[in-house]
C-alpha cells in the first residue's frame, strides 16, 4: 500500500503544482487514498522531495530526479553539525557553517553527486556553490534545508 501511494504521490507532483501537504493530501484522497498530513510529511522525507520555484512564481514539491540525495553515513553528523544556514544570489549559493566546519560541511556536499552543481570552495565558515542556473540555486538551497530536518 505504501509503494502504491508513494507512486501516485509521485504522479500527482508530476501533474500538478503542489505547494502545501494539504493539497497534496486532499489530490491523494481523490486518488483513492485515505492519508493524514502527518503520513503526507512522512512520505516526503522519504522520497526526498523539495520545494522549488514554479512557473506561476509560487513554489510546488519536486523530485530532483536522477540525483544521489544521500550523503555518506560517516559525513551526515559533520553535515547535520556543521550546517548553519544557506542562501542563494543568482546562480550561487552560500552555505553558512561553524567555524573551522566549511571544509567537511563542502565534503559532504560534494558527496551529492548533483549534476547540476559546478563546484564548491570552502573557506573557515562559509561554502560558495555555483550552479548552472539560479532556479537550480534555489533547489539546492531547499534540498540542504531539507537535509538538516
Known amino acids: 500500500m505504501k509503494n502504491k501511494r508513494q ?3 509521485l504522479h500527482i507532483i508530476s501533474e500538478y503544482d503542489i ?6 493530501t486532499e489530490k491523494l484522497s481523490d486518488a483513492g487514498f485515505s492519508v493524514t498530513q502527518a503520513t503526507v510529511s512522512r512520505d516526503i522525507k522519504e522520497l526526498r522531495l523539495v520545494k522549488i520555484s514554479s512557473h506561476g512564481g509560487g513554489t510546488k514539491y519536486a523530485r530532483l530526479s536522477g540525483q544521489n540525495l544521500t550523503i555518506p553515513q560517516q559525513l551526515m553528523p559533520v553535515f547535520t553539525h556543521g550546517f548553519v544556514s544557506a542562501d542563494c544570489a543568482g546562480n550561487l549559493v552560500i552555505i553558512k557553517t561553524l567555524p573551522g566546519m566549511a571544509q567537511a560541511v563542502a565534503s559532504a556536499v560534494d558527496s551529492l553527486k548533483l549534476s547540476e552543481l559546478l563546484g564548491t570552495i570552502a573557506g573557515d565558515d562559509t561554502i560558495l556553490t555555483v550552479c548552472r542556473t539560479d532556479e537550480y540555486a534555489l533547489n539546492v538551497v531547499s534540498m540542504l534545508e531539507e537535509l538538516v530536518k
Open 7 to 9: 507512486e501516485a504521490l
Open 19 to 24: 505547494e502545501t501537504q494539504e493539497e497534496l
